[in-house]
């Protein structure tokens, strides 16, 4: 077999050798074994801060048997997309609970959060049609955005009056107009200004869209989400969550009223054209959310937020900048790209796991470390992880 690179493909070679100078590649770290707070990446034992594992249910003993018992009585896969013969009555089942959860009519899901965005957004919205999106929305909603081929009109992160000078700017839009925001922004951990934001749609007259990726399982009464951490029912008619992150699975939805989900059945292009989820992942996200509106669901709710808390403190007292995190999702501040990623790899030698995030995922010169702790970790392990980030932190002069 020949792998050597063509010449149609040298400029990829060129790129790739380009972030390897300037010290921006990264390699994919390996995980061996579970998705725990102590796992096993790279053939080494780490202190693991990186996963959106939220509540450990990656791992949880009634998921996993839920997974095994539907892949025992229906099999490894639905067959088919969802709109020709891939319906089956767990994925119906399943869209009725989460709509329920979340106190709407109706919701559908899409094979993941990304899908679920990107195909809403680009099936709903077209050319003649208008986007106020908040500069640090996620990638999938910028991309379905990009797919509508409708106009892109950013306003300052969480900034409601600059969103409002955007809309008095377009008040005379002839087309339709979708106000969007992530609900818990998943690279600083601050949550959106909804209330401000609801008030801005009904005044102007926009289509309100919530991305409740990081906070559902997260904020809100038994893990609602933030339209109802902040009081928001019935102000938002499009609400998008993830199956990936709390959930413990893969997956997205989008809950609303009957007609919107009608119409993207009929339109969004991931339910028509990509396969449905096979039974282990429906079964799972069931059992997920039978657990998450229980009292064992709420216990893993305020053991998250207990962790993080303390997390939290330790960091600060340690000099920290923890940019403006609000939720379990804790930046460390470093600024410089090619000093963050030599923090996280000197960290991960030390046994703590932090990812660096660099441009383009965040903008220039706000490189940092992102940490998540779930409800799993146990405290001498937080305790540990902490004493090591200051350690190797003062080394490297993020902190004094
Ligand atoms: C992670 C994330 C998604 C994508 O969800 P997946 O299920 O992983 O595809 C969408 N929006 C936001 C805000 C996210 O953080």
């Not at 009056?161 to 700017?169: G, I, Y």
């Not at 305020?302 to 962790?307: E, M």
């Not at 220039?364 to 090591?388: F, N, Q, S």
Request: hydrophobic letters at 40%; charged letters at 25%.
């Amino acid at each position: 077999m020949s792998t050597a690179t063509r010449p149609q493909l040298q400029y990829l070679h060129d790129a790739i050798e380009d972030l390897k100078a300037k010290h921006l590649y990264f390699n994919l770290k390996i995980l061996e074994g579970e998705q725990k707070p102590i796992a096993n990446f790279d053939g080494k034992e780490v202190i693991n801060l990186s996963s959106n594992n939220y509540l450990g249910l990656t791992t949880h003993p009634k998921l996993r048997r839920a997974a095994i018992d539907a892949t025992r009585k229906f099999g490894v896969g639905s067959g088919a997309v969802r709109t020709i013969a891939g319906t089956m009555k767990m994925h119906m089942d399943l869209e009725a609970q989460i709509a329920s959860f979340k106190k709407v009519e109706a919701c559908v899901v899409f094979q993941s959060g990304f899908a679920a965005n990107a195909g809403t957004v680009s099936a709903i919205l077209g050319k003649d049609d208008l986007v106020i999106s908040d500069e640090l929305n996620h990638a999938s909603i910028i991309d379905g955005c990009r797919l509508s081929r409708a106009t892109i009109k950013v306003f300052k992160h969480k900034d409601a009056a600059d969103c409002e000078r955007v809309l008095q700017e377009t008040k005379d839009w002839n087309g339709k107009k979708l106000l969007i925001t992530d609900g818990v922004f998943s690279m600083d951990g601050d949550i959106a200004n909804l209330p401000a934001l609801c008030d801005l749609a009904e005044k102007y007259n926009c289509i309100m869209m919530v991305d409740d990726a990081h906070s559902s399982g997260v904020l809100g009464s038994r893990g609602r989400g933030t339209i109802d951490h902040l009081n928001c029912h019935g102000r938002v008619d499009i609400q998008v969550g993830t199956l990936s992150k709390a959930i413990g699975s893969i997956g997205g939805y989008v809950c609303g009223s009957r007609d919107l989900i009608d119409f993207l059945h009929q339109r969004a292009r991931p339910f028509l054209f990509s396969t449905s989820h096979p039974p282990s992942v429906t079964a799972t996200c069931q059992a997920a959310f039978e657990l998450l509106d229980s009292e064992a669901g709420e216990k893993l709710i305020k053991k998250l937020w207990a962790n993080t808390k303390f997390f939290k403190r330790k960091l600060k007292k340690l000099g920290f900048n923890t940019g403006k995190s609000e939720t379990p999702i804790t930046p460390i501040m470093v600024g410089e790209a090619a000093k963050a990623f030599q923090f996280s790899r000197e960290l991960f030698a030390e046994g703590v796991f932090a990812g660096a995030i660099g441009f383009p995922t965040v903008p220039e010169g706000k490189a940092r470390l992102r940490t998540i702790v779930t409800a799993t970790h146990k405290r001498p392990d937080l305790e540990r992880a902490a004493e090591i980030i200051g350690r190797v932190g003062k080394k490297l002069e993020v902190v004094s």
